[in-house]
Each structure stands twice: as structure tokens, then as C-alpha cells.
């Protein structure tokens, strides 16, 4: 069975979204970076080690947090963290205040004195994320974060992985079927399908090479897209009135918007970043028609 | 995430230190194969757990304990020149309770980590696959033997207070470690390999009472029967099936002391031989297939 093909990509540091379908290979990518299981061919690195014979150097530094339960559940959440910490290398007495810190750090409180069987899917999710913390790795895997969870969780989930990599400086990847959810906290997007390799680009090129901004104004909107056009801005009319779209051509262009606007003295309704979806890197010809995205 | 209180009264506030990096040692290997055996030792005596995981070890503890405190009592009232029973052949003849504290620990050990599929969790970490069967079974041995010994010191206490000669006492009592040793390692690969087959705890308890019970009762009745049809002591090499019949021989064999059960005439070189690669084997094999069974465990 070949799970991954000729699969050649760089992860950059930072938050990396690895998005695909069930079965596509994902895991097994994981597993070969955590030196658990050799390639049938080809070399794979991560932090300067090599997967095929530095597994336990890898382990040390770097943290998992596996996709199906994985929690004793006759166990508190803090005596089952200090047991990881240690299971990690950290030494007896590192591995309890960071077990406390940690789960501090992702949200839990004074349920960590209580058995995990009790917790709700949101908290245990929390645990599994803490565990894969607790060490202080410099990279960590999350194979479906937010999975089980309800949209509020979702965010608070997500919410809590772009901290791990802008407030902790853990470099991140970060799994999901879903390209939406990783698209919003991501630095970088791999896509891979069947195994193969689709496409890896950088979230910021993605959305520089797109973005546009919305805007809306209460009257006069052909002047402000003629003065717009004068300074040398692309605009595009659509068919509402008073709303048009200007092409983030230069970092300047809000703020033209807003010289224009005030200048001319008419209300700004909207002034809004159509950020070009990134599920639309799917699609080979960009579709042209202006479309209304959410932010 | 700053707690302020919302009127200034109270000026307590938890300040958010942030996310602290360890730039520490890291242990490795040898560490993390020592927690998770300190882990799974502690586990089998319900430490670190909740209560209603302590009270079975822990009543089999005293269940296990108070016969041999009785018969230092016993010893020491009645002026008795010796003990009653040998150190070796005290955790035979009370081989029941020792089956009820594998059939209920080993299944601890190992099946809940596959239910719970914490597999995935210990494997990343910077240990190797065969590093927790070993750790499992070392620690669950180390817990079998503790438990063991206990009773067998009460007794060493009692000889002591009984005033016993120290040195043979002593010696004695050093046999009875070693085939307490010998005996917890036996019944632990054992009952770890029937407890890895199932998620099921309850399903585990009952494979490994029944398995550890019914060996001993048919050994101990094809010993019995052969050795009544047969001058010599055939019979006994059907010692071997039993855990507890085996390590009873091995301690005829080599200590020479008093074996609990079996004919009473000392054992030849062949036999000697042959109970004692019985023993390799058993420890061997079972522990060969505990790997096998944990290869593909974890799903890598």
C-alpha cells in the first residue's frame, strides 16, 4: 500500500496547514517525520535530523498530538501530564511545573485535579494538545485539532494554535480535511491528495497576489473610483450601487480609499479585505466575476 | 490571560508569566524507560489514582499479609523451634491470592493503555517500541514481587523475634527473594501476554485467574496421580505446567529447601536441568510474543 508519493516539499516554519482528505496521507506523513516508521524510498529531515536514523532526537524536541483518543481516563489530567513530561526526558520536578503551566496554558484550571473520563470532548481535546506541549518542543504535530468539536470549540481550538506558534515560538503543523479552518491561522498550506503532493504555497502570497478591497460609499461612488483610477488604483465596478472593488496593488490603498472618501466628504460604508479564498487555489483559471467573500 | 479583580479592593492579581522554554536537560531513553516503569509499578498499587482503583490491591495486600503475621504469632506464642512453613513455599501455598493480584494488575497494566490508545502517545516519545513491553513487564514483575516479599519479611521478622539462629534465617529468607524474583517474572510474562489480547479488562481478569487457577489445579492432580501409579518421579515433571508448582521445584532444586508440594526425595541434575530451561523458555517465549503482540499496536 503506498500511502505517500513522491512527495517533495519544505515546511517553513510557522503555522503549516496540511490539508487533505481522509486517507490522504497525512498521517503517514507525520509518522515518517517522527522517525516511526522508515519511507520505502527517499530521505526525510526535520530540525536538522534525519528521520530514518535520529527518531529518538526527533522525539525529544518535537510534540504529537495524535488524531483518535489517546487519554487514560482513570487519571487526573495534571498526574497524567507530569507522567508525559518525564516520558519525554524533563526531569522529576521540570516535569510537574510544566504540567501545571501547561494546561494553564491551554485553558485548563481546577478540573486538572479531576479524572479525564469526566471531561467533555472540548476539554479532552485541550489535554491531548498539552501533551503534546508540555515537553517544550520546537515543533509540533496536530493531526486534526478540531475534530469532534462545535464551531465555538473550533475557534477557541484554532485560536489556540496560532498562540503556540506567534506567543510560544513553537513552529507548527497542523492537519485538517478542512481548508477553511487552516487557511485563517496558517503561514503556509501544503495540499495533498492520494498522497501526492498538490500544492504548497505561502498564505501570504496567496492572498497578496488576490487581495482586493471592498469598498462601499454612501454617494458619489463613480468620483471616488475616478479619483481612485487617477492615483493609479485598479477598479472594478459591480453591479450594487455604490460598491465597487479596488485591487491591493500597493499596501497604500486603503488609505487612498479613505483620502478620497473624506476628501469628497460622502460616508464609508465598507472599506473591507476580499481576501481571495484559498480554496480557490483548487481551481486553475481564477474565477474573474467579483464575488462576495467572508471574512 | 491577566485576572484583574473588578473592584480595587482586592489588589491580588494573577499575573500570566507567558510561556516558559526549557532549555534544561532531556533525559532520553534510559529516563523515560525508568518513568513508565515507575508509572506501571505505581499503577499496580493504585497510586496516583483514584480510590476505588486502590482498595483490590491493597485488600489483597493484607489478605496476603495477616496469614503470615499469624503464624509469627503463632510461632513465637507456642515456642515453636522453627517456622511452620518455608520461606519458598509461603507464596505457593497461597497461590490463589498472588493469581487474584495478576488477574487484576496485569490487565491494569496493559489493557487500558490499549483501550485507551495511549500507544500513539508513548511512541512519540523518545523510546523505542520494545522499551515499554520491557518496561511493562519489569515494572508489573517489580509490583508481583513486592507484593511477594512483603509477607515473606514478616515471616524473616517474626524467625528474628522468635529468636531463630540470624544467619540461617537470614540465608533462608535470601532463597525466598530470589524465587519470589523468579516466581513474580514467571507469572507476570504470563499473565501480560493473555491480558494484551484484549481491550477488555474485565475479559482479562477472567483469561488470566483462569488460566493461572487451572494450571494449577491440573498439574497438581497429574503430579499427584502419576507419582501414586509410579515409583519414581515421573509424575513430577508435570510441574511444569503449573507457574507456582515450577518455581516450588526450581526451589527444591536449587536451594534445596523444603518445596511445599511434591514428593520430599531431592531432585537429580536432569531434573534440575530441565525445570530450569522450562523456566527460560517460559520467560522467553512469553515475553517474544508480548513484542509480537505490540508491533502494530499504535497504528504505525
Known amino acids: 500500500m503506498t500511502a505517500v508519493s513522491n512527495l517533495t516539499v519544505d515546511l517553513p516554519a510557522g503555522v503549516v496547514g496540511l490539508v487533505g482528505a481522509n486517507g490522504a496521507g497525512k498521517s503517514t506523513l507525520i509518522k515518517i517525520l517522527l522517525g516511526l516508521m522508515p519511507p520505502t524510498s527517499g530521505t526525510a529531515s526535520i530540525l536538522g535530523f534525519d528521520c530514518l536514523t535520529d527518531g529518538l532526537a526527533i522525539r525529544e524536541v518535537v510534540g504529537y498530538m495524535p488524531e483518535s483518543e489517546c487519554l487514560p481516563l482513570d487519571v487526573a489530567a495534571t498526574e497524567f501530564l507530569v507522567h508525559m513530561a518525564r516520558m519525554s526526558g524533563l526531569p522529576a520536578n521540570i516535569a510537574r511545573e510544566r504540567a501545571a503551566d501547561t494546561l494553564r496554558h491551554v485553558g485548563l484550571y481546577e478540573e486538572r485535579y479531576r479524572p479525564i473520563g469526566g471531561y467533555s470532548t472540548g476539554m479532552k481535546q485541550r489535554v491531548k494538545l498539552a501533551q503534546a506541549l508540555v515537553h517544550d518542543p520546537q515543533l509540533v504535530f496536530l493531526d486534526e485539532p478540531t475534530n469532534g468539536l462545535d464551531p465555538a470549540g473550533r475557534d477557541e481550538m484554532l485560536g489556540l494554535i496560532a498562540r503556540i506558534s506567534a506567543d510560544f515560538g513553537i513552529s507548527v503543523v497542523v492537519t485538517s480535511h478542512l481548508l477553511g479552518e487552516l487557511e485563517r491561522i496558517s503561514d503556509h498550506i501544503v495540499v495533498i491528495e492520494g498522497g501526492v503532493l498538490q500544492r504548497s504555497t505561502s498564505t501570504a502570497d496567496a492572498t497578496r497576489l488576490s487581495g482586493a478591497l471592498l469598498v462601499e460609499v454612501t454617494d458619489q461612488a463613480d468620483a471616488v473610483m475616478a479619483r481612485l483610477r487617477e492615483r493609479g488604483a485598479k477598479v472594478a465596478a459591480s453591479a450594487a450601487s455604490g460598491t465597487f472593488a479596488v485591487e491591493m496593488s500597493d499596501e497604500a490603498v486603503p488609505s487612498w480609499v479613505v483620502t478620497v472618501v473624506a476628501d469628497l466628504g460622502v460616508g464609508l460604508v465598507r472599506l473591507q479585505r476580499r481576501r481571495h479564498h484559498l480554496a480557490e487555489i483548487f481551481q486553475t483559471e481564477a474565477d474573474a466575476a467579483p464575488q462576495e467573500v467572508q471574512s | ?300
Open chain 2, 1 to 300: 490571560m491577566t485576572t484583574t479583580p473588578g473592584d480595587a479592593v482586592n489588589d491580588s492579581v494573577i499575573h500570566d508569566i507567558g510561556f516558559r522554554h526549557y532549555d534544561g536537560p532531556r533525559l532520553g531513553r534510559g529516563w523515560a524507560f525508568r518513568s513508565l516503569l515507575l508509572e506501571t509499578l505505581r499503577g499496580a498499587f493504585g497510586l496516583g489514582r483514584p480510590a476505588k482503583v486502590k482498595i483490590m490491591p491493597w485488600v489483597l495486600v493484607g489478605i496476603f499479609t495477616v496469614p503470615a503475621v499469624v503464624i509469627v504469632a503463632v510461632t513465637i506464642f507456642t515456642k515453636l523451634d522453627s517456622l511452620p512453613i518455608s520461606y519458598t513455599a509461603y507464596p505457593v501455598a497461597m497461590s490463589l491470592i498472588v493469581s487474584l493480584f495478576l488477574a487484576g494488575r496485569a490487565p491494569y497494566a496493559v489493557s487500558r493503555d490499549l483501550r485507551d490508545g495511549i500507544m500513539p502517545l508513548y511512541l512519540s516519545r523518545p523510546i523505542k517500541r520494545q522499551d515499554y513491553v520491557y518496561a511493562k513487564f519489569l515494572g508489573l514483575a517489580l509490583a508481583v514481587f513486592i507484593f511477594i516479599a512483603t509477607p515473606i519479611t514478616v515471616l524473616l521478622v517474626g524467625s528474628l523475634l522468635a529468636t531463630f539462629p540470624v544467619g540461617h534465617e537470614v540465608w533462608t529468607w535470601l532463597g525466598g527473594m530470589l524465587m519470589a524474583a523468579v516466581l513474580a517474572c514467571l507469572i507476570t510474562s504470563i499473565s501480560l501476554v493473555l491480558a494484551s489480547f484484549t481491550k477488555r479488562r474485565g475479559l482479562g481478569v477472567a483469561a488470566v485467574l483462569a488460566t493461572l487457577v487451572l494450571a494449577s489445579g491440573f498439574a497438581n492432580v497429574l503430579v499427584s496421580v502419576v507419582d501414586m501409579k509410579s515409583s519414581r518421579t515421573n509424575g513430577s515433571f508435570f510441574a511444569v505446567l503449573d507457574p507456582y508448582l515450577l518455581v516450588d521445584t526450581l526451589s527444591g532444586a536449587w536451594l534445596g529447601v523444603d518445596r511445599y508440594n511434591g514428593p520430599s526425595q531431592p531432585i537429580g541434575a536432569v531434573e534440575t536441568l530441565f525445570f530450569t530451561a522450562a523456566l527460560v523458555v517460559l520467560v522467553g517465549g512469553m515475553l517474544a510474543i508480548l513484542l509480537r503482540r505490540f508491533r502494530k499496536v499504535g497504528g504505525v
